[in-house]
């Protein structure tokens, strides 16, 4: 049964949403997920190998890394950070390709789990909506410093604070405001919160300005916009930077993502999605954890700019590899930018830039965590890397640092 414990604010970067857990506190899962490096897999997991699903992509990875990530998907079925019905780890080099699922997208109809299977890649949604939010920069659109009431003076009339936020401290979440998702300090239920205990709030339909009408009525901001050594990961943030870019484009978020990003790199099965996803798309069922709480009816609209896109391995892999490469800006001097990190509150992550967070030595990326999934992406200029699992909570909430551990151990990372 989920408990009522909740996770602390570090575990924000990992996605929409402060998860609930009935294994361990974050304290623990972070000073667990530090300690991969001197473990070692067979300590974490089980050393039997997991069934694998269907996969049409040969795995062409040395025998050594293919073993060690095979024990990584073991972990996202069952491990003492929480379980998922089904999971797929992908890696890719130069040399060599690793792509494997194990478990079931059905557990009822004991379907097995397929790598081509589309997913909600959550909050990895924000590198995304940074990516339009420079482009329009550099268009000379918009400046980063520019403040909020710039571009939507009417919600910075209302929004605490909102006449000394800036753009960039949105990107950053350097900015204070509270996070819709988030438990109110006046107790009333978060926009997604109250979704992991109540179906109809899952289920509901929000917009935008509901969004943003929830923290104004409800939120307090957590410290002064750009407050210094002050970092506080806000979707709140990327709802107000999606509202900015619908403005200066005149058109639906989705529409520029397609235009800007899912059409020119050839990304034919990512799309922003604004309700609840239809059976005909094929997204594997989806649970807080196990098989306790389905959360397969959660409404996508809850997510929108900070976590609203459905997405496949294979998409990803060419969204993150031409992002690192610089391929998304004209100017190689717009990815620098992006990527000038601030310290956070997390002590897993190296730091956090626009939208993109610094994961290893020249690793950059995201994670995400919906109602529904939890999955991680990563890239160097020679290798990218996800995982996702079909739970909100399971071992992929630690993040990149276990595909990392298990490449290392393989031989195939430095340590």
């Known amino acids: 049964m989920v408990t009522e414990a909740c996770l602390s604010q570090p575990l924000r970067e990992r996605g929409l949403i402060v998860r609930r857990t009935n294994t361990h506190s974050i304290l623990t899962v972070l000073a667990l997920s530090f300690g991969f490096a001197t473990m070692g897999m067979a300590q974490i997991a089980a050393a039997e190998a997991p069934a694998k699903g269907v996969c049409k992509t040969y795995t062409s990875a040395p025998p050594a890394v293919e073993e060690a990530l095979d024990q990584v998907l073991l972990q996202v079925l069952d491990s003492p950070f929480g379980s998922a019905p089904g999971a797929v780890v992908s890696v890719r080099r130069s040399e060599w390709r690793y792509v494997a699922s194990a478990g079931f997208a059905d557990p009822d109809a004991m379907?097995?789990?397929?790598?081509?299977?589309?997913?909600?890649?959550?909050?990895?949604?924000?590198?995304?909506?940074?990516?339009?939010?420079?482009?329009?920069?550099?268009?000379?659109?918009?400046?980063?410093?520019d403040p909020l009431s710039k571009h939507l003076p009417e919600i910075a009339s209302r929004l605490p604070n909102g006449d000394a936020i800036t753009l960039r401290q949105l990107a950053l979440h350097t900015s204070g405001v509270f996070s819709y998702t988030d438990n109110a300090p006046d107790g009333t239920p978060g926009l997604m919160e109250g979704g992991v205990s109540d179906r109809d709030v899952m289920r509901r339909p929000t917009t935008p300005s509901e969004m943003?009408?929830?923290?104004?009525?409800?939120?307090?901001?957590?410290?002064?916009?750009?407050?210094?050594?002050?970092?506080?990961y806000s979707n709140t943030g990327y709802v107000l930077l999606g509202m900015v870019i619908e403005k200066l484009e005149a058109r639906a978020l989705s529409k520029s993502y397609e235009n800007r990003i899912f059409g020119p790199l050839g990304m034919d099965r990512t799309y922003l999605w604004n309700g609840i996803p239809r059976p005909s798309f094929g997204l594997p069922r989806a649970y807080l954890t196990g098989t306790e709480y389905e959360t397969s009816d959660w409404n996508?609209?809850?997510?929108w700019a900070a976590?609203?896109?459905?997405?496949?391995?294979?998409?990803?892999?060419?969204?993150?590899?031409?992002?690192?490469r610089g391929e998304l800006f004209q100017s190689p001097d717009?990815?620098?930018?992006?990527?000038?990190?601030?310290?956070?509150?997390?002590?897993?992550?190296?730091?956090?830039?626009?939208?993109?967070?610094?994961?290893?030595k020249d690793l950059w990326g995201h994670g995400g965590q919906t109602l529904r999934y939890v999955s991680d992406i990563a890239a160097s200029e020679d290798l990218s890397l996800l995982a996702f699992g079909t739970s909100s909570s399971n071992v992929i909430a630690l993040g990149i640092a276990v595909i990392s551990n298990a490449l290392q151990s393989a031989g195939a990372l430095p340590q």
Not at 111 to 140: H, R, W, Y
Not at 300 to 303: L, T, V
Not at 334 to 356: D, F, I
């Open 111 to 145: 379907t097995p789990m397929d790598c081509a299977s589309p997913f909600q890649i959550g909050s990895n949604t924000k590198m995304m909506t940074a990516v339009v939010l420079l482009q329009l920069f550099e268009e000379g659109l918009l400046e980063l410093d």
């Open 212 to 232: 943003i009408d929830f923290v104004i009525e409800h939120g307090e901001p957590n410290f002064a916009p750009g407050s210094h050594g002050s970092w506080s």
């Open 300 to 303: 996508m609209s809850q997510g």
């Open 307 to 324: 976590g609203g896109v459905i997405s496949t391995v294979d998409d990803i892999h060419v969204f993150i590899e031409a992002l690192v």
């Open 334 to 360: 717009t990815l620098a930018t992006m990527q000038e990190t601030v310290p956070t509150t997390n002590p897993a992550l190296l730091g956090y830039g626009l939208g993109l967070a610094l994961k290893g």
